[in-house]
């Protein structure tokens, strides 16, 4: 599953990952040098052997630990395979401090690649020269200015009393976050002037590493926000054209997720804490979450027929059929898991009232069966999709949340979702973190299965913000089954066979979901 929020990726298995071969050009005082290096997503990776070897720079490289050590008189840059940390070694008195990069270095042909857009100031620091990155894949190495000899210190009558001019103001993309401790746990909003396309982040060791791509960062403001709930504290720094934030956690985190705020440019970044317990109550969470309720929820029903196909097949009725069609396969082929529906026939069901019935019941697992629709018909877009609750990503993902969130219009009182919006939204998202793991599991397991058994194409695990599944505190998933508005969708869809085969595919993957969580319920 992609999510958006994002992320930092660690050059595992780097040539699987479409790092395209290409060369570094190194221009010193005594001449140019090509280096060997590989391109991945915009960064230059280069060979430190290979920067060595040319310049004269001492170096021992440790094959069985996969460590590399270029030794310069003051200071020694210790670098190893598959890490993001780099160990800055003091030559007087080996003390030692840590830098981490925002992306790791990886190992090719027995020698260890690293970023250069975010070593070249490590390297030149130690090198005492002065690295320049003329373009994406040319560095010129010019000689330092020598440090001008300290003139003697005047009187301190011969002094001029004067006031320095106070330091021009710099401009930075991002001016400063905001930390906020929530229930289900910790919520920062960084405030950008730009918007920000790009993002990566990762947490390993404690640490979340987010990193900003061509965006500017006041180090100062963000160094000085006070932190909050699994925060421990957060360090900024600006690399290259890149912003670099570090958060050190407390021990109480497990997933987070980096989002576009909505209305402005500023990036919400959540942190959920964990949720298991102590040994003592393993036993009984795990008996109280047995894998024994599956709760269906035909879309639409009654007054509300939903979209309607080119062929006059109305959505209700398709989402009705195979989710019976479904329940039936459970009910025969499952000993004891119950099968709840929120409807059972041609009625309306309003959107909080299907999350109550989950719960009431102990659900855990909710599936909402949909048709999906384009406002002009016949249209050529085509396939299934699966859904997860987060906030919708594309533009896209957003309409089809809105038409199907649009039911509300048929309800009593359509005011209680007001609220349902913007930030206050990312926090009700928050609130699912405990099961998004075992939602995100069964989504993917049921695009495989889409993918293998149906006629339909695959159009991928996309998120967006329904309504109907912010009631169900279980994982949870919304279908959309297939493209009303396209003839050969349609035609699929409104037929036995295909509303058969759709239910026998959900089918299958929840078997499998149920065999993988048991044995996560096992292993505690």
């Known amino acids: 599953m992609v999510i958006r929020y994002i992320i930092i990726i660690l050059f595992l298995l780097p040539l699987s990952l479409n790092a395209q071969r ?63 940390v780099i160990v800055i070694i003091n030559a007087a008195d ?55 000899e300290m003139k003697e210190e005047p009187k301190k009558d011969e002094k001029e009393i004067r006031e320095p001019p106070p330091p021009p103001k710099r401009y930075y993309d991002i001016t400063g976050i905001t930390i906020e401790e929530k229930a289900n746990g910790t919520l920062v909003r960084v405030h950008s002037k730009k918007n920000i396309a790009t993002y990566n982040s990762s947490i390993k060791d404690g640490k979340l590493s987010i990193v900003f791509r061509n965006v500017s960062v006041d180090t100062a403001a963000i160094e000085s926000a006070k932190a909050r709930g699994i925060i421990k504290n957060v360090l900024a720094s600006n690399a290259g054209r890149d912003a670099l934030f570090n958060f050190t956690l407390t021990g109480e985190h497990t997933t987070s997720e980096v989002l576009n705020a909505d209305g402005s440019n500023d990036i919400l970044i959540t942190i959920h804490n964990k949720i298991f317990v102590r040994d003592e109550t393993r036993d009984r969470i795990k008996s109280k979450w047995s894998f024994d309720v599956v709760v269906l929820d035909a879309g639409h029903g009654g007054k509300d027929p939903g979209a309607i196909g080119v062929n006059g097949v109305k959505e209700k009725d398709v989402n009705l059929a195979i989710t019976l069609k479904l329940g039936s396969l459970i ?46 018909k016949p249209s050529d877009a085509n396939g299934f999709e699966v859904y997860l609750l987060r906030p919708g990503r594309t533009q896209e993902a957003i309409a089809i949340a809105e038409r199907e969130n649009s039911v509300i219009q048929f309800e009593d009182d359509p005011q209680r979702y007001q609220q349902l919006t913007d930030e206050n939204f990312i926090l009700v998202s928050m609130a699912h973190s405990a099961y998004m793991k075992y939602s995100e599991r069964f989504a993917d397991l049921l695009n495989r299965q889409f993918s293998n058994d149906l006629e339909l194409s695959s159009r991928g695990v996309k998120q967006a913000g329904f309504y109907v599944l912010v009631g169900a505190s279980m994982p949870s998933v919304l279908i959309e089954t297939g493209f009303l508005s396209n003839t050969r969708d349609a035609k699929y869809l409104a037929s036995k066979q295909g509303q058969e085969k759709i239910a026998a595919s959900i089918f299958e993957a929840i078997k499998k979901y149920k065999e993988h969580y048991e044995r996560e319920m096992d292993a505690g």
């Open 22 to 84: 290409t060369q570094l050009t190194v221009i010193t005082d005594k001449g140019v040098n090509y280096l060997p290096a590989y391109e991945r997503q915009g960064i230059i990776y280069f060979s430190i052997k290979h920067l060595a070897e040319p310049l004269d720079i001492p170096y021992y490289f440790d094959n069985k630990s996969g460590k590399i050590e270029i030794r310069f008189p003051y200071q020694h840059i210790r670098f190893t395979n598959r890490n993001p």
């Open 94 to 148: 080996r003390q030692s401090k840590i830098h981490q990069l925002p992306t790791s270095t990886y190992l090719i042909d027995n020698e260890i690649y690293v970023p250069l857009v975010y070593t070249a100031s490590v390297i030149e620091g130690a090198y005492r020269r002065t690295f320049v990155i003329e373009s994406g894949d040319r560095l010129r190495i010019k000689e330092s200015p020598p440090i001008a």
């Open 331 to 376: 009910e025969k082929n499952m000993p004891g898991v119950k099968v709840v529906y929120t409807r059972k026939t041609n009625t309306f069901v309003e959107l909080y009232k299907r999350g109550k019935i989950a719960n009431d019941n102990n659900g855990k697992l909710f599936i909402s069966i949909h048709c999906n629709s384009m406002p002009k």
